[in-house]
């Protein structure tokens, strides 16, 4: 009886260990890019094939270091997208930032816009992705105009986790620009969860991150946890009303250092009009 117990706690704790390093080396690396098509019927025709690439939570040196950056821009570039977008958490922890820039100018994409997430709450952030030629987006707006007279509006919200005025004030300083005539208006944010403190209705799409999808999930079971901001919306897509909204998984890792069942991934979305 004993010895059949032994075993059996022998097995157990062996297949934790084995999860918890496959968790680690294994999980952690690799890179998915997750294709979607999205339909928008009143684009117009020169809008039709739009490509965006999404891509959120680097937490660069987490277990997202120069090669795998390297190898993440690469796959980027191959897509060749019209707009690349970054939603936020772009540091884990103190690094030489000159291969950071470095690598980050080769994506190849005139237009390249980002948010900050929780983990960028300092002027650092902005410095970084503008020596990158990303247009920062922190409580502002872009419009964008891609062969055709009526633009792209991208609006774009700092993180609100650890920021002093609340969201509804922040984008409220902003709301002037839905009143402008769009093809399309796109949020970029780094917590989904704010969304529900505005009014998400004026947007087609809202691109977000934070949530990892959960870092480690489980078959059928799914997220073991999230974290706050993202508690009620982390999977990877949800619709809100009419409107579209996709959470990216990530690329690296915060608080522990495992993925499961959730390899690093970017977003690659085709918009049309059929």
């Not at 968790?23 to 294709?35: A, D, M, Q």
């Not at 094939?49 to 796959?75: A, P, R």
């Not at 000159?98 to 980002?114: G, M, Q, R, T």
């Amino acid at each position: 009886m004993k010895k059949k117990i032994f075993i059996s706690l022998f097995v157990i704790i062996s297949l934790i260990a084995l999860t918890a390093l496959y968790s680690r080396y294994i999980g952690t690396k690799g890179l998915v890019t997750k294709e979607y098509k999205l339909v928008y019927n009143s684009i117009p025709l020169e809008y039709n094939g739009l490509k965006i690439v999404h891509f959120s939570d680097l937490h660069y040196y987490s277990t997202i270091k120069e090669n795998e950056l390297e190898s993440i821009v690469n796959e980027i570039n191959l897509l060749k997208p019209d707009i690349v977008v970054f939603t936020g958490d772009l540091l884990e922890e103190e690094v030489s930032l000159d291969n950071l820039v470095e690598i980050l100018n080769k994506i190849n994409c005139n237009l390249k816009y980002a948010v900050s997430g929780n983990n960028d709450q300092n002027d650092k952030f902005e410095n970084l992705m503008e020596k990158s030629n990303f247009k920062v987006l922190n409580d502002e707006y872009d419009l964008v105009y891609i062969d055709s007279y009526t633009p792209i509006l991208l609006l774009g919200l700092s993180s609100s986790i650890d920021n002093n005025v609340n969201i509804e004030d922040r984008f409220n300083k902003i709301n002037d620009s839905l009143n402008i005539d769009t093809a399309l208006n796109i949020l970029l944010l780094h917590e989904p969860d704010y969304i529900d403190r505005i009014n998400y209705s004026k947007f087609n799409l809202i691109l977000a991150g934070h949530s990892h999808n959960g870092q480690v999930r489980l078959p059928i079971i799914g997220k073991i946890y999230t974290p706050v901001g993202a508690k009620k919306y982390y999977d990877e897509y949800y619709k809100v009303g009419d409107t579209d909204l996709y959470i990216s998984s990530g690329l690296g890792t915060s608080l522990y250092k495992f993925r499961l069942f959730n390899r690093p991934s970017i977003n690659f979305y085709r918009i049309t009009n059929n």
